[in-house]
């Protein structure tokens, strides 16, 4: 099952046990945090929740000197 990302439009691919699920999933591809609900392997409703952003390098280096 392929859910379209509402962040960045990527299909994510989401493995059988996401068949019936209400919970949240992330995209791989951009970090959006997805709340889906899933019924007998079909889709009944997506909600964009939030992006986590990766760490940047530079943010990491910052804290490390002090
Ligand atoms: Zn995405």
Redesign the pocket.
């Known amino acids: 099952m392929k859910i379209n990302?509402l962040?960045?439009?990527?299909k994510?691919d989401l493995a059988d046990a996401y068949d019936d699920y209400e919970g949240q999933v992330k995209?791989f591809?951009?970090?959006?945090i997805l709340e889906i609900k899933t019924q007998e392997g079909n889709v009944s409703a997506v909600k964009f929740v939030k992006v986590v952003p990766r760490p940047s390098v530079e943010q990491v280096f910052e804290r490390g000197r002090g």
């Open positions: 990302c962040s960045c439009g990527h994510v995209c591809a951009c970090g959006a």
